[in-house]
């Protein structure tokens, strides 16, 4: 069941057409697409209580999966998208290529690690409406996600479950490093240099060199920059910046 394409192409058939292209977009709820942004939205305008840290615990969890995948060894179902046959606008498809299209192994499910780790970070740290309508609201958003990647044929149920059960305790070890640093939004950036540079060694090197460029640039924003953007917006540096 957990790595069975039977099951998998189960799942795609089942789907009528609307909801084929309503997983499309549940799919990119937990894409990098939609996470980036709003981690960086969350970053400067301090937005939670650890704002300063989310960019790290992001980057380390796209560092991790990039690390892992090569070593799992296990490919992708051989499924195709239920909107593979389906005639799209140019858009469209380029939409669904960007969801789908992927070579790399299949375990772990890179958007349930992602998703889990970013959507994990609004529930612990935001205070969002209530405790209660946060954790079912976050919960719902999550499962859909997962459920989008079987949907489109792209992940066994295996990668799915394996990723979330990652992005907990990723997420859980990460926010423990945070209260062990001073400075943890510099200091811990030590980890996903270090799973990015174990990305290139296994040879996801674009992906690995790439996210090093990232974490570089979040690095000198953070001890150069920041002080210059809370002045623009007309907030006090954070306590724990440089500013």
Not at 107 to 127: Q, R
Not at 212 to 223: C, D, E, H, K, S
């Amino acid at each position: 069941m957990w790595f069975d394409a039977a099951v998998v192409e189960s799942v795609v058939e089942s789907l009528p057409l609307w909801a084929a292209f309503v997983v499309l977009g549940l799919s990119y709820v937990g894409s990098i697409y939609v996470i980036v942004p709003l981690t960086i939205a969350v970053y400067l305008r301090d937005r939670a209580p650890r704002a300063s840290y989310w960019p790290v615990v992001v980057l380390s969890a796209y560092a991790l999966f990039v690390f892992m995948k090569p070593l799992s060894g296990i490919e992708r179902p051989e499924v195709d998208s239920p909107l593979a046959e389906v005639s799209l606008p140019v858009v469209l498809e380029q939409l669904h290529q960007l969801a789908v299209g992927f070579e790399t192994e299949s375990f772990p499910s890179g958007h349930a690690i992602a998703a889990t780790v970013f959507y994990g970070l609004i529930l612990v740290d935001t205070e969002w409406r209530t405790p209660w309508n946060r954790t079912f609201g976050i919960v719902v958003v999550l499962l859909s996600v997962y459920f989008s990647r079987v949907a489109l044929g792209v992940h066994f149920i295996g990668d799915v479950v394996g990723g979330a059960l990652i992005g907990i305790v990723f997420l859980a070890f990460l926010l423990w490093l945070h209260e062990r640093f001073e400075a943890p939004e510099k200091t811990v950036l030590v980890i996903p240099v270090s799973l990015a540079l174990g990305g290139v060694v296994v040879g996801e090197v674009t992906e690995g060199v790439a996210l090093l460029g990232a974490i570089g640039g979040f690095y000198l924003f953070q001890t150069k920059g920041r002080t210059t953007l809370h002045t623009f917006f007309g907030q006090e540096a954070s306590p724990d910046s440089d500013g």
